[in-house]
């Protein structure tokens, strides 16, 4: 399964993105989608998942981010951003169902990430 982001860029302060994350390749089942970013010196971090219809998101982003998924591409609608929102936004996938502890959830596909900055 191969994952490819798309969507990041410059944003300012306040303003919206929306990512995109196509997966491709042999996809038989329905794949849970997440989405992690990293900023420079920090821990990668958990955004967003989505697996059978449920989504989880952390409490950084709750209320501002949505994560949706139709077929086998995932989106992150990303609005009132922040500069700490600011980093590379990486997209993973597994054929698995993670829960709750779906930050800590080892997932088999991961996509190469999309820069987003939020700046003035």
């Known amino acids: 399964v191969r994952l490819v982001e798309s969507g990041g860029g410059l944003v300012q302060p306040g303003g919206s993105l929306r990512l995109s994350c196509a997966a491709s390749g042999y996809i038989r089942d329905n794949l849970a989608m997440v989405w992690f970013r990293q900023a420079p010196g920090k821990d990668r971090e958990g955004v967003a998942c989505?697996?059978?219809?449920t989504t989880y998101y952390s409490d950084a982003v709750k209320g501002r981010f949505t994560i949706s998924k139709e077929e086998n591409t995932a989106y992150l609608q990303m609005n009132s951003l922040q500069p700490e929102d600011t980093g590379v936004y990486l997209c993973a996938a597994d054929r698995g169902k993670p829960s709750r502890l779906w930050i800590y959830y080892p997932y088999d596909y991961w996509g190469r990430g999309t820069q987003v900055t939020v700046s003035a």
């Open positions: 989505i697996t059978n219809g």
